[in-house]
């Protein structure tokens, strides 16, 4: 299965990711707290980013016109689902609508081409 998305949704999807990855001090948190399923659990969201960003380019700008996504389908769905749920779940306090609606639509094109 190949899936590939273009620039503006690259940018939405990175910038969803970079802003997710501000919580990695959590899982140092967990840690100290004894919660250690909490951290494992982060951890698995991290290495999903990571994987992810591997095919988005880790550098903020990237001059490509299309990115394809070569990450193992079952685990692009979980990483697209859970930021997508995410952003909606914030979206009525959301002070950025229009970069949330961007990763959410973003989330939705991967989907479709996942179905």
């Given at each position: 299965m190949s899936i590939t998305i273009n620039r503006e949704d690259r940018n939405a999807?990175?910038?969803?990711i970079r802003l997710d990855l501000t919580a990695l001090n959590d899982v140092e948190e967990s840690l100290d707290q004894g919660d250690v399923e909490c951290a494992r659990s982060m951890r698995g969201r991290f290495e999903r980013h990571s994987r992810l960003l591997d095919d988005l380019g880790w550098a903020k700008a990237d001059s490509r016109e299309?990115?394809?996504l070569t990450m193992p389908v079952q685990q692009l769905e979980?990483?697209?689902r859970w930021h997508r749920q995410r952003v909606l779940e914030e979206l009525p306090d959301s002070e950025h609508v229009d970069?949330?609606?961007?990763?959410?639509s973003a989330c939705d094109h991967v989907l479709e081409q996942l179905a």
């Open positions: 999807i990175w910038g969803e299309e990115f394809p979980q990483a697209v970069y949330d609606l961007d990763v959410v």
